[in-house]
């Protein structure tokens, strides 16, 4: 598997916010920000068979992303882009 961690050393989450944090809100950031960010971001990873997760402490907070590198002991995962990137 495949580890990618992000943290920061700030205040951390607020309770409230970190026990929904990977649910659809409405954002109060206004503009094209719909609330959606880590909603969607969960749904793909885990669409990889992998996993994402959140620690957030007074300390900071800290995000783990877990992908397979086999999936069901085959071949490495592929990928498929279409447009252009």
Same mark, same amino acid.
């Given at each position: 598997?495949?580890?990618?961690?992000? @943290?920061? $050393? =700030? *205040?951390?989450?607020?309770? @409230?916010? /970190? @026990?929904?944090?990977?649910?659809?809100?409405? &954002? +109060? %950031?206004? =503009?094209?920000? /719909?609330?959606?960010?880590?909603?969607? &971001? !969960?749904?793909?990873? +885990? !669409?990889?068979?992998?996993?994402? &997760?959140?620690?957030? $402490? *007074? %300390?900071? $907070?800290?995000?783990?992303? !877990?992908? *397979?590198?086999?999936?069901? =002991?085959? @071949? *490495?995962?592929? $990928?498929? !882009?279409? =447009? &252009?990137?």
């Amino acid at each position: 598997q495949i580890d990618i961690e992000v @943290a920061d $050393t =700030g *205040p951390g989450l607020p309770e @409230a916010v /970190a @026990a929904h944090l990977f649910e659809p809100v409405v &954002s +109060e %950031k206004g =503009g094209d920000h /719909a609330g959606l960010g880590l909603t969607i &971001s !969960r749904s793909l990873i +885990e !669409r990889m068979n992998g996993q994402l &997760s959140c620690n957030s $402490t *007074p %300390k900071g $907070t800290h995000f783990l992303i !877990r992908l *397979p590198t086999l999936q069901n =002991g085959q @071949a *490495p995962l592929t $990928t498929t !882009r279409y =447009g &252009s990137m």
